[in-house]
């Protein structure tokens, strides 16, 4: 590779010793030459890529302008020198004495890059105007207000007019008034509705009268913002006075096509229309559009033809075609023909099958709402249910929430395959005793059924009891499982979805407390739960005083197993509440003021642990905390962690934060900007249970993130579902189109690992490598 070839211009030969004793040989991409300034006349400047001034000279500087963009000035901020001095003489481009070689490494090579930049930004313009110049059509760009900033040698000779008079005028001042209105209302719909436009337009230019089917699609920026409209026009005067050429044109589109007179009748068709609807075109004299589709739709293709013919407007729509080899379903969109009179005079219909493109978004929504091991409905579909069938109807509800006792101990002592397997068996068991409920698997061992109506207490207790039978006395492996159930019935008018569950929740804690294997209906009494939750919150006020709380730390490796990253997890050391579900710790944690206090205690002890850990470490590795919504919502959220990172005194490259979609949506335009802020601090930003939101590819592209976590549902799901391994790999394909890496979340075999490493995931995390382990034990066995 060439070497870069730089000037030195010093004014001593001990400020040549001095930069020479930086070892400027260790930058192998450069190659340094030192010359005095007195001497610049013998030396021809344009030999070299970058010139650097040691010490400034006003008409030395001058004689070199002509490389502005590849002079480095240097000042002395000992001597207070302040580059805005310089920057009035036209420098652009700083060291700061003393010098370093990295500081050195750093500005020449983001000198180098700013210039090759420009260099592709100019070669991509040369490429852009040849390209427009070249294209034996019409070609123009306009702004928002529709004025033309770019146009071909085609547009300038039917205009008649060259580029300086062209720039900056609407049509209406290009075409001598003869057109203009229309061109603007084309505009405005094409930027308003963002697709493109395709119409016909008369223009008289210098080469006469000639039409033209012309082509506008909206320009967008890299955030989706409206720049103006990009058109290309080609001249169809021939076409439109031969049917040949028509023809041509006709039978060449890649769609299925065909054009209707006013009556209805289906006068030209291309080939590809015969393929698609598997018609013999010698069996019909007069075709009509219901002979394809079924005369049950004759009354509404004559409505949508009425409406484009009489309102002269397209209209796109979805129909089912019943053909030999099965049905299909096509995207009909119709267009008026209008001649040159401006007359309707029928109708241009395309025919598109999206078969196969339908039934990938059904197969994906299904998996959106679909447990991928059971079957079942998860948790997002027992929502959607609840929605749509009994809280829009303000419908009586019974609803049964279950859990399988002591599975984790069966997971634990037999693995999650064995496990897995006792879930499918249950789930086909229970749909088959609840045929006339919603069966729902909404996670782990966690089950739930709902009833329209409101079950009988007698009714009610036997089905609970059926359920419990299918498991009483059911041995696995020495393991005998039991299943404790929480039943609430009301109206899904009178109260919502969360506290139909809420309510759920208390009678499915209240049976476990109770002694498992056993169902407890919910009443006012479970609300006592409540004080269990205050009691929690002032143990929880003690706790940081008492040294109850520590940091457990889940490592995070690459597909090879070198360790890349941690991540901090809150344990609470307090056998009275052991039982209680960590992140219903947290939960109460964020409803009180504690978050401030604890979230704080996370944030500094992770971050202290971080600096530990890299102090010897040649490869440094990322330190990262979760942050809930409470803590992001705060005014000082920045400023509080970047107060930590100071007094810590940690690189902030070696901490990160870990934020779920849902934390982001809740005020995402100011969350975005706080993220950002730490992001260009260094901070790594790491988006959370990727894939298990409502929009998170609509916002991925605005994330100023660091990588994304795959949560572990989908990698779980991959073992059982070929759609999960298709979403997986469309996750990490879309992460690193956006240059994102990718954690692996809930790895815990040796396939999940080898098809994450097919699949090119970044790093690995999960119980396969390591579980989270105390402070101790990660500096004893990991580092």
Partial sequence: MKKSRVLILHDSEKAKTSLEE??????????????????????????????????????????FKEKLDRIVVSVNILKEERPSDYIKRGATNFLLKPYSLKEIRLVLDQLKETIFIKDEAEENRLKFYTLMDNIPYMAWFKN????????????????????????????????????????????LKVMTERKQLIFDEIIPGKKGYKQFNIYKIPVVDTKDNILGTMGIAKDITDLKNKDVKFDILLENMPFAVFTKNRQGDIIQSNSTFYKLTELNKLMYLNLKEEDILGKEHKESIEIEDKDVIFNKSNISLVRTLLTKSGEKIVEVFKSPIIDISGEVIGIVC????????????????????????????????????????????????????????????LNDNFGHQHGDEILIEFAEDLQNICRDGFVSRIGGDEFVIAWEGKMNKETATETADKILNLLTGKKIKFTTLSASIGIVTGNTGEESIDNFLTKGDLALYKAKDQGKNQYVFYNKDLDKK????????????????????????????????????????????????????????????EKSTLIDEIGNFIIRSAFAFAKKVNENRDRKIVVSVNISAVQIMKHNFVRNIKRIINEVDVNPKYVGIEITETVLLQNIDENILKIKNLKDIGVKISLDDFGTGYSAFNYLVKLPLSNIKIDKSFVWGMKDSDEYKTLVKLCIDTAHALNLRVVAEGVETKEDLELLKYMKSDYIQGYLFSKPLPKSEILETIL
């Fill in 144 to 187: 928002k207000s529709s004025q033309y900033m770019i146009v071909n040698n085609e547009f300038k000779e039917h205009c008649g007019k060259d580029f300086d008079t062209i720039r900056g005028k609407d049509d209406q001042f290009v075409w001598d008034g003869m057109i203009g209105e229309n061109c603007r209302e084309y505009d």
């Fill in 22 to 63: 930086l070892g400027l040989y260790l930058l192998q991409d450069y190659e340094f030459e030192f010359l005095n300034i007195a001497e610049y006349s013998k030396n021809n400047c344009k030999n070299y890529d970058f010139i650097i001034f040691d010490s400034y000279n006003d008409y030395v500087f001058e004689c």
């Fill in 530 to 589: 409540r004080c269990l939750n205050e009691e929690i919150e002032q143990d929880l006020r003690n706790a940081l005083e008492k040294d109850e709380l520590e940091l457990y730390y889940q490592p995070q490796y690459c597909c090879n197993k070198n360790l890349v990253g941690l991540e901090a997890l809150l344990r609470w050391n307090n056998d009275k509440y052991r039982r209680v579900p960590i992140i219903d710790i947290i939960n109460i944690m």
């Fill in 350 to 409: 395309t025919m598109r099958d999206v078969t196969e493109m339908k039934s990938q978004e059904a197969r994906i929504k299904k998996m959106a709402y679909t447990d991928a091991l059971t079957g079942l409905a998860n948790r997002r579909g027992l929502y959607n249910f609840i929605e749509s069938e009994l809280v829009k109807n303000d419908a009586d509800a019974t609803i049964m929430f279950m859990d399988l006792d002591n599975f984790k101990h």
